[in-house]
């Protein structure tokens, strides 16, 4: 299992949340709580750093405590432009990245992404039917690759994947971790299961 001294976390919020109807995610709230309080929460326990990957609402996170990384890139292009941004900033040779947007995040998620050995670049989440992208744990010796990758005006995170030596996580007994709020519907369907989750967070 790699030391907890030798991992950042970067929590992605950069986006524009179009289907939330431009509601910054990252300020969503399940039960009075703020979901990226829990996650922060989760990710201290686990990892030596914590950053939020913002574009919107700077101030806001650094009011609640939080060292907020802005992307190098304008625009709005994409999670790999908050995982880059991470990569320069992160001083672990490790960087775990998970969404704002999924609340379901618990500990089994940090101790099997940290669990095994070292001969990967990256370890991505998978759920059983398919790899869950922004779930990933990153060595940060492979940041000029997809400052290359970057440049080539490619933004696919699972392109970047493949020329890398990827491994898969087998999530498939607990793929409800990876559930996500993409829209004010989402938010109502899940409510009863994410509401059960944030409790078991106190516990």
């Known amino acids: 299992m790699i030391n907890k001294e030798n991992i950042t976390t ?3 919020a950069g986006g ?3 289907r939330m109807n ?3 995610k990252g300020l969503l709230k399940i039960n009075d709580t703020l979901i990226i309080e829990q996650l922060y929460k ?3 326990k686990f990892t030596s750093k914590v ?3 913002a574009n919107r609402n700077i101030q806001k996170y650094q009011d609640m405590g939080y060292t907020v990384l802005a992307d190098t890139f304008d625009g709005f292009q994409g999670p ?3 995982i880059y941004t991470a990569l320069l900033n992160t001083k672990t ?3 775990l990245i998970l969404p704002c947007d999924s609340p379901l995040i618990n500990d089994d998620y940090f101790k099997r992404m940290i669990s095994g050995d070292d001969n990967f670049e990256i370890k991505c989440a998978h759920d059983g039917k398919r790899i869950q992208p922004v779930h990933a744990l990153i060595k940060k010796n492979i940041t000029e690759s997809l400052e290359k990758f970057l440049s080539t005006g490619q933004r696919k995170i699972d392109k970047w994947y493949d020329d890398r030596n990827l491994r898969l996580v087998d999530f498939s007994d607990n793929k409800n971790l990876f559930i996500n709020i993409n829209s004010p519907k989402d938010l109502i369907e899940y409510e009863s299961l994410l ?3 944030i409790n078991n967070y106190d516990k």
């Open 22 to 24: 431009g509601k910054d």
């Open 195 to 197: 509401k059960n989750n």
């Open 51 to 53: 950053y939020i990957n």
């Open 10 to 12: 970067v929590i992605l």
């Open 42 to 44: 989760i990710s201290a």
């Open 80 to 82: 790999l432009a908050g």
């Open 16 to 18: 524009k949340a179009e």
């Open 93 to 95: 040779d490790y960087l």
